[in-house]
């Protein structure tokens, strides 16, 4: 029996943190083994093996935090923050597809939130417009696509034409956050 101080199984979450340097063997294992559901809507000449590799995790780490998802079985989701002036965008969100619809990704996109710096007005992801999962993830926690996506993702990421154009921008205003 759970006691009321207590909170229930169904109320806790993964922690969440910083990860630093000595966590990129995991967290680019998590990338690139949930980047692995890419084939199943990615033509093979888009897709990119591995997603992700050390080098590049520590390049986008020169210019983002990464967050990590951490429960009893180590690191099962991580993300990105990356600031961009009054801009912040959610890089990166990939969860280990066995914790997959647990509330993990939804957690890190709360923590990104919640630690943004003032005077960010808005937070920005990209996804591929296929990835019915990152969508639905994104739009469970108030995300909507932008109104021209293309001029956001031109704005906001350099990433490869191949990806831009398969990809939509989805955008969530930040305004005051009683903080």
Known sequence: MITP?????????PAIRELGSGDRRAAVGVINTAAGWYREFLPPEELHTPEM???GWDAEADRMTWWGAISDQGLI???GSEPIGDV??????????????????????RHVEETVPDPTRMIVAGTYTDNYKAR???EKNGYWPAADSESVL???YDIPEDRLVSSIAYVKAVGSRGR
């Open 77 to 79: 989701g991580v993300t």
């Open 53 to 55: 590799d050390e080098s």
């Open 136 to 138: 639905g993830v994104l």
């Open 88 to 109: 912040v965008l959610l890089r990166h969100l990939y969860v280990l597809p066995e914790h997959q619809r647990s509330g993990v990704a939804g957690a890190l996109i």
């Open 5 to 13: 101080d207590r909170p229930s199984p169904a109320d806790t979450g």
């Open 154 to 156: 031109r704005t906001y």
